[in-house]
């Protein structure tokens, strides 16, 4: 069954200390991973596609990275304002697949 | 540019009723995907609709149902409504069908069901 998992399932970080999320997935037929930021109330924010094993992302703080079995968020040096929902999802054939999102919050 | 649109905002409904949940989609934007979120939960996938056809569906019973119009906006249609339906609906949409085009999701529709 096609599904993935992210961890931690909550996140409480210092400003300034650098982390990573977790995404690993088992899906049949990979055609694209997503990362997005929801913030409370509101819509998913794309941040980020990756298509395949070793494709790397940036922006800003934010790098994503992807291999054969799981994927990566790594946040450097995070800000207050970077505190949000992280979610991870999957393209398969004809369908999208999201995870249950890591809640990360930014301590001033 | 505006965004991708939804309305209404919020809705209350009863259970056994129906609801009809509409998204407008970024200018230019063919495609338009539908989402369940509850709450602390990611988005459930619903529907994908690509040049007024289905693309894709999740799994969610007939009682859910979707179209898409000429000028690319969507209705999301849900019938004999039940409290488990209560959720976020989401709407994103892309230039076109597949992965190599981003999705970009409305504020969604908050429904309750009581």
């Known amino acids: 069954e096609d599904q993935v998992t992210q961890s931690p399932e909550a996140l409480r970080l210092q400003e300034g200390e650098s982390s990573s999320l977790n995404c690993s997935y088992t899906v049949s037929g990979l055609r694209g991973l997503f990362w997005y930021r929801q913030d409370p109330g509101k819509g998913p924010e794309f941040l980020f596609t990756l298509y395949s094993a070793g494709e790397e992302k940036e922006k800003e703080r934010l790098k994503a990275t992807l291999t054969k079995k799981e994927s990566f968020l790594h946040i450097t040096a995070p800000k207050p304002e970077d505190s949000a929902t992280y979610l991870c999802a999957v393209h398969s054939p004809y369908k999208y697949i999201f995870g249950t999102g890591t809640r990360l919050k930014v301590l001033a | 540019d505006a965004g991708v649109t939804q309305s209404p905002t919020h809705l209350i409904k009863t259970r056994g009723q129906h609801v009809t949940l509409r998204c407008s989609p970024i200018?230019?934007?063919?495609?338009v995907s539908w989402y369940q979120q509850v709450l602390g939960q990611g988005p459930q996938f619903i529907f994908q609709y690509y040049e007024k056809e289905e693309r894709g569906r999740g799994n969610f019973p007939d009682r859910f149902s979707a179209r898409q119009f000429p000028n690319y906006s969507s209705e999301l249609n849900v019938n004999a409504l039940l409290l488990g339906d209560s959720a976020l609906y989401l709407c994103?949409?892309?230039?076109?069908?597949?992965?190599?085009?981003?999705?970009?999701f409305g504020p969604g529709t908050r429904l309750t069901v009581t």
């Open positions: 994103a949409s892309s230039l076109a069908q597949g992965a190599r085009y981003e999705q970009y």
């Open positions: 200018s230019g934007h063919k495609s």
